[in-house]
C-alpha cells in the first residue's frame, strides 16, 4: 500500500518542457520510475501536471511542492538533482523550471 505525505505546501517548483516524440516511452518510464521517487525523498513531492493544449509555450507543465525553501536549496545543490536533471534534459525540449510561491491552481 502506498504512503502518502501530508505537508502544508509554501513553493512551488514548476518545470515546463516538451517532450521529444521519439523519446516518449524513455521518458515515461525515467519520470515514474526514477524522478519522482528520487525528489520526493529529498522532500518535494509532484503535486499537477497539465498538458498545454494551445500557445507558444511548452506542452508540457509539472508543478512539485514543498514545504521550505530551505529544502529547494539543498535539492538544487545536489549532486543528485543535477544527474536527475540532466537525464530528464535527454528526453525534453525547450526545459525552463522556476519557484514561485505556493498558490492552490495553475501558475505560470
Do not use: C
Request: proline share 4%; charged share 30%; no cysteine.
Amino acid at each position: 500500500m502506498a504512503s502518502f505525505q501530508h505537508i502544508r505546501p509554501r513553493y512551488k517548483l514548476i518545470l515546463f518542457y516538451n517532450i521529444k516524440p521519439e523519446k516518449q516511452d524513455q521518458y515515461y518510464r525515467y519520470m515514474l520510475s526514477s524522478f519522482v521517487p528520487a525528489i520526493q525523498k529529498l522532500g518535494v513531492y509532484m503535486h499537477m501536471v497539465w498538458h498545454i493544449a494551445y500557445g507558444d509555450h511548452p506542452r508540457r507543465k509539472i508543478e512539485f511542492v514543498t514545504e521550505s525553501s530551505d529544502i529547494l536549496r539543498r535539492l538544487f545543490l545536489s549532486d543528485e538533482w543535477d544527474e536527475l536533471e540532466n537525464k530528464l534534459r535527454r528526453y525534453v525540449d525547450d526545459y525552463e523550471r522556476k519557484v514561485v510561491d505556493y498558490r492552490n491552481g495553475f501558475q505560470v
